[in-house]
């Protein structure tokens, strides 16, 4: 079994994320890590202005220390009445990185007064694969939506309870995590990813 390094420290996107490799490789042939199970190194500041640039620039930094083949994503809420933002400042868009709470009061307060025919929005992700021999590998998913004025649900995380998908009826906090992976941004980026992990030798 061929280990792969994902490039975060958030749990629950590593269960997410094995959780579709499995999926989509019938047999398990990834060992999925996070950053907490290898050795610890100086990670590189989210400088990039796409989500793809942010996605490269983890994914290459893993694989630099680690010599594991990588993956990381970059991912976040665009919405249409911030001119698309928070964009890639989406996990700090408050100022505190990674405070989902204070990120989502604050989009809602931003867009309170915008009527409900202009609350619309799209969850986008990229997803980077780099492997030790220099090949990578970037694609996207995105899904759209609009924003809510009040959150829905206890699941998932970040702006998931804000979040309707179109043709939803429940918010992707109200989704099981199955349904969630159908139909989101990263589901979606990281079924492209792993068809690509099932085609080509992890070690170069």
Not at 56 to 76: M, Q, Y
Not at 130 to 146: D, N
Request: charged share 25%; aromatic share 4%.
């Amino acid at each position: 079994m061929t280990k792969l390094l994902l490039a975060t420290r958030n749990a629950k996107k590593l269960v997410e994320l094995q959780r579709i490799l499995d999926e989509a490789l019938g047999v398990q042939r990834v060992e999925l890590v996070g950053l907490s199970d290898v050795p610890e190194y100086h990670e590189v500041p989210e400088s990039g202005l796409t989500f793809g640039e942010n996605a490269l620039l983890k994914a290459r930094e893993g694989c630099r220390n680690t010599g594991l083949p990588t993956v990381a994503d970059d991912s976040g809420l665009a919405v249409d009445a911030l001119n698309g933002m928070p964009g890639v400042f989406s996990a700090r868009w408050s100022g505190r990185h990674g405070d989902d709470q204070a990120n989502l009061d604050l989009v809602l307060g931003q867009i309170g007064d915008v009527p409900d025919e202009h609350r619309g929005g799209a969850f986008v992700c990229a997803a980077a694969l780099v492997l030790p021999g220099g090949k990578e590998h970037l694609v996207e998913g995105r899904q759209a939506g609009r924003i809510l004025r009040a959150p829905r649900g206890d699941g998932g995380f970040g702006y998931d309870p804000i979040f309707l998908g179109e043709g939803q009826t429940r918010t992707n906090a109200e989704l099981s995590p199955t349904e969630k992976d159908a139909i989101s941004h990263r589901g979606k980026a990281f079924r492209s990813l792993a068809k690509v992990i099932a085609k080509i030798p992890l070690a170069g």
